[in-house]
């Protein structure tokens, strides 16, 4: 009987602690080395993490960066050097439920870009536009106004491949279950693993710029900091509220006059071309467009950081 018994134990441990997952991830001398250039401020009660560079001189130019789900600020590091020696101030910031910063059950990331807007005396517009842009992948390039503290002043606006339209956007089978589902959300939270989590990001890159094992783990180990992958179910829904809020937010892009663009990776199976991109430039006429080589996809930043650069830095050049 107590070899039986011992012989569930040796089963059972290593069981719950790979749905508890212990241990967790340890962070790679780069990721390490990101976390340690960063800081923290504190939003209702919460910790935000958020990195910022001071550049070149002679500038006022301030750009801020917002990465998008399910990863962090790190997703600007193939672009951060080349940003920093060409604007003022470069500032980046990990949402509530993402990366470094804290992990609550209810995201408030809708608000945070005003917040770190605020704390750095940057000078705004509305806060409609704050809240649409909160769920993209964007390059803000702002002037500081210290006669304005705490509001934000925008003179233009570069974005990505982020889901601006719900009737175009295409969310992975994970995805769609977790932000609908209160029951399973919980099991498969815990139950989705390295394996798991490498093939489903995977997909979103094209198949000639996947990231290497490395960034998987480095992906990965930003999601799990903290327990990050234990409040995704609460995360996602932004894109129950994308649906819900979609004229008030893309109404804000199509009724801006600052100068506009996109930077879009076609291969993107989230955003999917044509018809992400002939939706944009119907719904957002203002806006000039750099579509980037056919193998590009969802994360355009990391897969082709020199024609992103070359595609943002013609773009501002250019008014």
Same mark, same amino acid.
């Given at each position: ?14 069981l719950?602690?790979v ?91 809708a ?5 770190t ?18 769920w ?16 934000? *002043?925008?003179?233009? $606006?570069?974005?990505?491949? %982020?889901? @601006?339209? &719900?009737?175009?956007? +295409? #969310? ?6 977790l ?13 989705t ?6 093939r ?26 903290n ?11 932004y ?16 009724? *801006?006059?600052i100068? $506009?663009?996109?930077?879009? %990776?076609? @291969?993107? &199976?989230?955003?999917? +071309? #044509? ?10 006429q203002?806006?000039t ?10 994360y ?11 595609a ?7 008014f």
């Open positions: 009987m107590r070899e039986w018994w011992l012989h569930v134990g040796l089963i059972c441990v290593p719950v602690a749905y508890l997952h212990i241990p967790p991830p340890q962070l790679s001398p780069a990721l390490q080395k990101w976390h340690n250039a960063g800081q923290v401020f504190h939003f209702r009660g919460s910790r935000i993490f958020y990195r910022e560079s001071y550049g070149a001189l002679g500038s006022s130019d301030v750009v801020i960066l917002l990465h998008g789900f399910p990863t962090s600020s790190y997703d600007w590091n193939k672009i951060w050097d080349p940003l920093a020696q060409r604007f003022h101030r470069v500032i980046a910031l990990d949402f509530l439920g993402f990366g470094f910063s804290d992990k609550p059950v209810s995201s408030l990331s608000s945070l870009v005003g917040v807007v605020s704390l750095h005396q940057i000078s705004t517009s509305s806060s409609s536009k704050r809240q649409s842009l909160s993209c992948l964007c390059v803000g390039l702002c002037r500081s106004d210290h006669n304005r503290t705490g509001h934000l *002043t925008l003179n233009s $606006l570069c974005l990505s491949n %982020g889901g @601006l339209f &719900p009737e175009t956007h +295409h #969310p992975r089978l994970l995805q769609r279950i932000k609908d589902s209160s029951f399973l959300a919980p099991v498969l939270m815990r139950l693993n390295f394996m798991i989590f490498q489903g990001i995977g997909e979103v890159f094209g198949p000639y710029t996947q990231p290497t094992d490395a960034e998987f783990w480095d992906m990965w180990t930003g999601l799990r900091y327990d990050g992958n234990l409040v995704l179910d609460s995360i996602l829904q894109i129950n509220q994308r649906l819900k809020h979609r004229d008030r937010w893309v109404g804000a892009l199509t009724s *801006t006059f100068p $506009l663009h996109m930077i879009y %990776g076609p @291969l993107d &199976p989230v955003n999917p +071309h #044509p018809q992400f991109i002939r939706l944009y430039q119907r719904q957002v203002r806006s467009v750099t579509v980037l080589d056919e193998h590009i996809s969802h355009p930043q990391l897969e082709d950081p020199t024609g992103f650069l070359n943002y830095f013609n773009f501002i050049h250019s």
